[in-house]
């Protein structure tokens, strides 16, 4: 059996008891460190109580038949960052596994897909999620534009997540977001959420000076906003009176 | 302090370590299950091994005052189905407590918002997610219907949460959308997400026999389908070969 195990949003801490007790078990433990990142992988060792090898991308990519091929005769639980089935990655892996008659179990696990309402911002409001990557060369993607707007069409928000391969930080985002034609709009920006999160809510252009550890995102405000979405980003995001225009 | 911590999609396994911690240190233990439920929550007692009292919707909403005044004089954690920032009711409380000066921590737990993944459709294809609510007298609200609608109308994914007060199974909620105008579409029944999970696909009008133990959710699919989406269905959830018309 093969066992996807989501470690969750923040740290190892975040791994559930489920997770714990299906690496205990296991015959063997693989942990990936590259479709996002959590603090103190160092640790998962020292936690379990076992080894943890290290997949590389071709190892899950590539090779994952080489995976597939162990999990058919013993059972290998593989740890992954968040929740594992956001990265299209698994999704494929759990495909490649049950297409070879290899039984798939997923252990799920917290994420910002759900952890950006820390901001008060509203599950149901939000849309379609993008990520801001880095420019391939000197162009620029309008993608994630492209969703913002499309998201603007139904009066939603939108998450962004920022590109990790090198890690990208909010006010690197900004600039590419500008560079792709976006308008200047209300945005929340999120550090470190699931740890000591920090939260600012302001124009874009007024956010390039964002900082904070850990991992980044950004969310777009949709064109209007619930009052009690505007009094949370006042008192949680620190957000500018002028945030009650878009109230609706 | 007051910690709002989640339990996560499924059971009490799902629980994070940090939750578990959280719980141990605290000076009061609290738990809700009426915004969401998980299974084995009779068993909190013994795998925290110390008291957790009940609360019920009026503690939480009405009477919130009441733990906030406690929260500023102790630790006190709440635990909660899901991811704790998904349900307003929490929000709120976040806001009560913060405005009355008291340190909030949330821990994050996993969700049906990302868990939805587990059926191969893509994280960045879905669009808002709406309630399907038991009718108020004889009023069918159009809200859901609309809100897929909306999505479709940027070719996303709708994931649908059904009503928990009585628990609505996935046939209930396909006969009060088909009352609200909703058209006969594809769409994806789950039920036990992170359990022992189930997935059926097939135009909703076939859906109407699903049955499966533990909760209920439904997606209505987008326009159309990447190719990979396609075979996930077709693999994970047994649905027709016709569903290759909608793959772009």
């Known amino acids: 059996m093969l066992t996807l195990a989501g470690i969750g949003i923040h740290d190892v801490m975040d791994m559930s008891l489920k997770a714990?007790?299906?690496c205990r078990r296991a015959d063997a433990v693989y942990a990936e460190a590259y479709t996002s990142r959590v603090e103190g992988m160092d640790r998962l060792e020292e936690i379990l109580g076992r080894e943890v090898k290290f997949l590389s991308r071709s190892d899950l990519e590539e090779n994952?038949?080489?995976?597939?091929?162990?999990?058919a005769k013993r059972d290998v639980v593989i740890l992954v960052p968040g929740d594992p089935m956001v990265a299209t990655t698994h999704s494929s892996l759990k495909l490649e596994a049950e297409k070879a008659g290899v039984k798939v179990r997923v252990i799920h696990g917290s994420s910002i897909s759900s952890a950006v309402c820390v901001t008060g911002l509203q599950f149901y409001r939000f849309g379609k999620t993008a990520t801001v990557s880095w420019p391939l060369g000197s162009v620029v993607s309008s993608y994630p534009v492209n969703v913002v707007r499309s998201n603007w069409?139904?009066?939603?928000h939108t998450l962004?997540?920022?590109?990790?391969?090198p890690e990208m930080k909010?006010?690197?985002?900004?600039?590419l977001l500008?560079?792709?034609?976006m308008?200047?709009?209300?945005a929340v920006a999120i550090s470190d959420a699931g740890g000591n999160v920090k939260m600012?809510?302001?124009m874009l252009s007024k956010l390039r000076d964002f900082s904070g550890k850990g991992l980044h995102s950004l969310v777009i405000l949709a064109r209007t906003l619930h009052f009690i979405e505007a009094e949370c980003l006042k008192t949680f995001a620190d957000a500018p009176d002028s945030l009650d225009e878009i109230v609706e």
């Open 20 to 22: 714990l007790e299906a």
């Open 153 to 156: 069409s139904i009066n939603a």
């Open 183 to 186: 308008e200047d709009w209300y």
């Open 170 to 175: 909010v006010p690197e985002a900004i600039e």
């Open 200 to 202: 600012k809510c302001d």
């Open 64 to 71: 994952a038949k080489k995976i597939v091929e162990e999990a």
């Open 160 to 165: 962004l997540l920022l590109d990790l391969n």
């Open 178 to 181: 500008f560079k792709a034609g």
